[in-house]
Every structure is written in C-alpha cells, then in structure tokens.
C-alpha cells in the first residue's frame, strides 16, 4: 500500500511538472508572440509615421508658395494647410492598408499642427495580431517622423523625369528640374542678369502629367491651368521666373539666350525654344553632361545673395555649422543685404544687430557686414542649439529667446510670424535650404 501510495504521489508530482513545462512554454509562446506582435506594429508605426513625413516634406514648396499670384488671382500652385495636412494622413493610411493594417487601429496627428508649415508626424499602432499557431496578442507601438525644411532638391543635383511627359535627364536650379541644355541657358542668362543687378530665381520648372493632373483636379479652370498633358511644362523646357522686378529685363534680354514669353498675359513663364521643339523624342536623349555644373561654394546659396556676400556667408556657415541658405534668407529679410541699414527700434547693420547683442558675440562694429554676418551665424548656431528648428531659431532671432522658450512656439506677433514666413518661403522658392534630408525618431 505504502509503494502504491509512493507510486501515486510520483505520478501526481510527474504530471505536475509535465504541466508545469507545459505552462511554461505555452508562456513562453505567449511572450514571444507578443515580441513578435510589438515588432511588426513598430514596423507599421514606422512605415505610417514616414509616409505621412515624406508626404508633407514633398508638399512643402506648395504649402510655402505665395496664397496670391502678383495679379491677385489665387495661386494654383498654392497648398492650404488642411489639404496639406489630409494629404499626409491619406498617404499614411493608404501605407497601412498597403501593409494590411487596419487603417481604424491606427491614430495620426500632426504635434506642430499649429504652426503655419509642420513638418512633424506621429501615428500610433493598436494592432490585434494573430501568429502563426492561432494565438492573438495586442501590441501597440509610436512612431515620430520629420520632413525637414528644404526637402527641394540642391542646385547641381541631377535625376530623372517621370511620370509623363518627359523622360530624360534633369539638372536643378533653384530646386526646380530641367533638361539639361535648358539649365545651361538659363545659367547664362543667370550670369547676365546680375551683371545687371537683376536677381532671377525659378519658380517652377518640369512639372510631369500626373502633378498636372493633380495641379487641374485642385482648379479645373483651363483660363488658370492646362489640362494634363497640354502644359509645355510636362516638356521640361518651360520656367516660371522671378520675382516681378526680373519681368521687364527678361522681356528685353531673355530671347539672346533661347528663351521666349510663351504668353502675353504670362510675364514670368519663358520656354527655351531652341529646335528640337519642346517634348520632341530627340531631347529625350539629353546628356547631364550639358548641364553647365556650378561650384558647390555658388550653389549652395540661393541666387539672390549679392556675389560680395557669398562667401562670407558661405565661411560663417561652415564655420559655426548653420545651414547657409537660412542665413541669406535673413539677410534678405533684415536688411535686403544693406549694410548700412538702421531700424527706429536701434538695431544696426546687415544683420540688424541690437548694440546689446552685438557686444554679447564680440560684434564691435555692427556695420563691418563680414563681422556681422559671422555674428549672425555665432548666433543662429545658438538658438539652433536651443530650440531644434528653423523657425523656432527665427523667431527667436526677431522676438528674442525668451517668448519662443515660454511656449515653445512662434509667438503670437504679426511682426514675428510674418519674419519667420517670409524667410522660409524665400529660402523655400530658391530650393536652397540645406538641412538633413529625412529623420525619424522612435519614441516608444
């Protein structure tokens, strides 16, 4: 009785342990399971966060561009900040059904929402995820994205044309793509007009059939924008240029280097009208070779900086490690490049130093516009530091750091916002703003 009893309690602590194991790794499965379900929602959680960046960081330029042509007429080209902000949750949710994730377990919103251009996406993952052996398991995860200033491509940069029209090489200026031949014209008629003191900057340049569609699907009056596949810009031979004080100089000089006023009424579109005509299949085969490249030193900034600033403009940047086109938008914006330049309110030079500023970055003439200029940069390096973005750094550059620490935003000064506007629609229109081109940080 006592061995059967012994035999029995053997058993009964055999199948205990038998179910322990077993409890164990059916734990074990759990765990893994649930690993293995908060990586692919991570995953899903990166993929919608970049989607929606990358999807805000190529609607920039439209979102930047003026709300009013010179005329008054509304602006084609002009992206409101909703549609600009559903744009980015739209291409974010046709990401996650792409990746059979349930768009209704995901969240997106926009943290900078507020600000007049946000560049910042966050999407969060509550995905029910079912393993491969029937179990199901919750897993959610965060994912922040950043589409940064500049997205446009850098002058000299070369690629190719797609989505109809034409299918060639393309070489940038200004941010804007051309076919190369055409780019070496207009770096010609570029060189002409500044020994004229005539600053011109591209507008816009290649635009393919599927953006021409989009463009007249936004504003289908043919009177303001052709149809898909009847603008000369899907050709890549057409350039809006500007700005309005360019328009009487292209008029008198543009045809000596092969370029025409396609219309009357349009003083600012020129199309190189060399033969072959425009979307002729012999420019298809284009080398880049023609592209008349520049220096890295004179495409690094936008081209309405004076040649005397360039640089200087370019040594301070390098020097103090801030983008050089931020610093030429807000010379423009301070002074328009005059070093002689004074405010009611004190400030004083190029960069329209405050006398206590000035000697707080060692500034001891605010009208040296070199010593300046690298203040400037001293300066922006600083509030870059402090602030993480452009136009945080602006603004605080215009208001001082103190509002712009208190809210963490541009504050609510129509002087201030309109300075922080106009800089990144300048620097936005040149295509010249040099920051890191794409980031996004993990935040669970």
């Known amino acids: 009785m006592k061995l059967r009893e012994e035999k029995g309690q053997a058993l009964i602590l055999a199948l205990g342990a038998s179910l322990a194991l077993i409890a164990g790794a059916l734990a074990l499965v759990a765990i893994a399971g649930a690993v293995t379900g908060k ?89 029910g995820l079912r393993e491969g052996d029937g179990h199901r398991v919750e897993a959610s995860a965060v994912a922040e994205a950043a589409a940064p200033y500049g997205a446009a491509a850098a002058d000299g940069a070369m690629g190719m044309a797609s989505g109809g029209g034409y299918s060639g090489p393309l070489i940038y200026r200004d941010g804007k793509g051309m076919r190369p031949d055409v780019a070496a014209a207009y770096d010609q008629m570029v060189a002409a007009a500044r020994g004229d003191g005539i600053v011109l900057v591209v507008v816009s340049a290649f635009r393919s059939d599927a953006e021409q569609a989009e463009l007249f699907a936004a504003h289908p009056d043919p009177t303001w924008v052709a149809p898909p596949g009847h603008s000369l810009h899907r050709c890549a031979t057409e350039l809006d240029i500007g700005p309005s004080s360019a328009y009487g100089w292209l008029a008198a000089n543009a045809t000596r280097f092969g ?39 004179s495409t690094a900034l936008p081209a309405f900086v004076p040649a005397q600033y360039r640089d200087p403009i370019l040594r301070s940047a390098s020097r103090w490690g801030v983008p050089p086109a931020l610093m030429a938008g807000q010379l423009m914006a301070e002074s328009g490049f005059d070093p002689t330049a004074g405010s009611p309110a004190g400030a004083q030079g190029i960069a329209q130093f405050m006398p206590s500023t000035a000697a707080t970055y060692g500034l001891a003439n605010p009208y040296d516009p070199v010593a300046a200029i690298d203040a400037e940069a001293h300066l922006m390096h600083d509030l870059l530091t402090q602030f993480g973005s452009p136009e945080l750094a602006l603004a605080a550059y215009n208001a001082g750091p103190a509002p712009v620490e208190a809210c963490h935003c541009i504050p609510p000064y129509p002087e201030t916002r309109a300075y922080v506007t106009r800089i990144l629609a300048l620097i936005g229109s040149a295509g010249a703003m040099v920051m890191p081109s794409f980031e996004v940080r993990l935040v669970a």
């Open 39 to 127: 990586g692919r929602a991570q995953r899903a959680a990166d993929l919608v966060a970049i989607s929606a960046a990358r999807s805000m960081r190529d609607d920039l330029p439209y979102l930047l561009a003026p709300a009013r042509l010179a005329d008054g007429r509304p602006n084609p080209s002009h992206l409101e900040k909703g549609r600009y902000l559903a744009r980015a949750e739209a291409a974010a949710l046709t990401i996650a059904r792409e990746n059979e994730v349930d768009p209704r377990r995901i969240r997106v919103w926009f943290p900078d929402a507020s600000s007049f251009a946000p560049v910042r996406a966050k999407a969060i993952v509550v995905a």
């Open 259 to 297: 370029f025409v006023q396609r219309y009357s009424w349009e003083a600012w579109h020129y199309g190189f009208d060399v033969d072959p005509a425009p979307c002729s299949p012999v420019r298809e085969a284009v080398t880049a070779g023609g592209g008349g490249g520049t220096s890295a030193s």
